[in-house]
């Protein structure tokens, strides 16, 4: 990707909320080719929910222009969360932070993994999202409605397609959303109760 941007002298967008997250982390695209790459990083995804903030990483040629679209759209951040991400990346605690988030995907999956062993689910042992392929001919969406309807909420494919495409039939779950490994159990076993009965 990044030789075809230089080549073709077209920019990528690349979302690097989970980066800093994953186990084995793959070099950014940006890292390949700076000059054609805005990579995005948030401090939410990878610090703390309630930190509201991401960081760009912008080519020299884009910032101006970047920059006015950010302030047209009024976009600001608090300077209090500002002082407290930059505290928390010079003391060096943001390396804890993503090893305790590891840490918890990790004990999270291995559930999802032993719950739904029987079922094809995508995604990272440190991933906090899995994608669960669908047995039979339901959708995504009637998938959702039906584990909607035992209290557990999931995402069917057809929220995330984009254009034309066929949606997969499959759903996306949130692993780190339940507050407690007891909470993700039983909604794993609901899941699986359902998809048993399909």
């Not at 991401?54 to 002082?83: D, E, G, T």
């Not at 584990?147 to 995330?160: D, L, P, Q, S, T």
């Amino acid at each position: 990707m990044a030789e075809i941007a230089s080549d073709q002298d077209i920019f990528i967008i690349e979302d690097g909320a989970y980066h800093l997250l994953s186990q084995n982390a793959q070099p950014a695209v940006a890292s390949f080719a700076p000059d054609h790459t805005i990579y995005i990083a948030s401090m939410s995804k990878t610090l703390a929910p309630g930190l509201r903030m991401a960081y760009l990483s912008v080519p020299q040629a884009y910032r101006k222009p970047v920059s006015k679209a950010l302030y047209n759209l009024n976009i600001s951040v608090s300077p209090l969360m500002a002082v407290l991400a930059a505290r928390v990346i010079v003391s060096g605690q943001l390396d804890q932070f993503i090893k305790s988030h590891q840490h918890n995907a990790r004990q999270r999956n291995k559930l999802v993994n032993r719950y739904l062993r029987d079922y094809t689910c995508h995604g990272d042992e440190t991933g906090i999202f899995r994608w669960l392929e669908l047995p039979g001919t339901i959708s995504g969406s009637a998938f959702e409605t039906l584990a909607m309807e035992k209290g557990v909420r999931v995402y069917g494919a057809e929220r995330f397609t984009v254009g034309n495409n066929l949606p997969s039939r499959a759903v996306r779950m949130s692993v780190c959303a339940p507050e407690t490994l007891t909470e993700l159990e039983q909604a794993l076993l609901i899941l699986k109760n359902l998809l048993d009965q399909l």
